[in-house]
């Protein structure tokens, strides 16, 4: 509400700058805009999770950030699903811990989390990201999360991945 109550300020305040035809148009788009998110957002599924996380693809990397202007890549995990009504832990470490456990790669949907090994070691959680994909044979998956690079879509078939991957945990159980 805080969002939307700063945004009909700006809204008045630019009524006053420009002819009352040009800024009840831009009023009625950013309203049609906020109408169609929170329409998005209201029943999250992994579908709605991934689209959401997609429009961040190219971000930047920003330690210890969780914002459009820059994420890690719990912060991007935490953010996405807070855009979606759900509650994340900030920590990739303690959103292992979220959720119910996946056992198989072959039972991996949309928008669950998936969980790799840090760069410093491979055996404790270091990073996470959102699957967006599961190849048909059910042996690897695609993900996006916020690389060094910035926020990326890759493959568990890739060697530094698949050599790190350590779990994965379902956030939305789907109907």
């Given at each position: 509400m805080k969002v939307r109550n700063a945004i009909f300020i700006v809204v008045a305040a630019l009524s006053m700058v420009f002819t009352t035809s040009s800024a009840a148009i831009f009023r009625s788009t950013l309203i049609g805009t906020?109408?169609?998110?929170?329409?998005?957002?209201?029943?999250?599924?992994?579908?709605t999770i991934v689209k959401t996380a997609l429009q961040y693809l190219g971000t930047k990397y920003r330690s210890g950030r969780s914002g459009p202007g820059g994420f890690d890549c719990s912060g991007l995990t935490s953010y996405v699903y807070k855009l979606n009504n759900v509650h994340l832990t900030r920590s990739s470490r303690s959103q292992f811990t979220e959720g119910t456990p996946i056992m198989s790669i072959s039972n991996l949907r949309k928008g669950d989390l998936v969980f790799f090994g840090g760069s410093r070691s491979s055996n404790s959680v270091g990073h996470v990201g959102i699957v967006t994909d599961v190849a048909d044979n059910g042996q690897s998956f695609k993900f996006v999360h916020a690389a060094r690079t910035g926020v990326q879509v890759d493959s568990s078939n890739q060697a530094y991945y698949s050599r790190r991957y350590i779990g994965a945990r379902r956030i939305i159980d789907e109907k």
């Open positions: 906020i109408e169609t998110a929170s329409q998005v957002y209201d029943d999250p599924t992994g579908e």
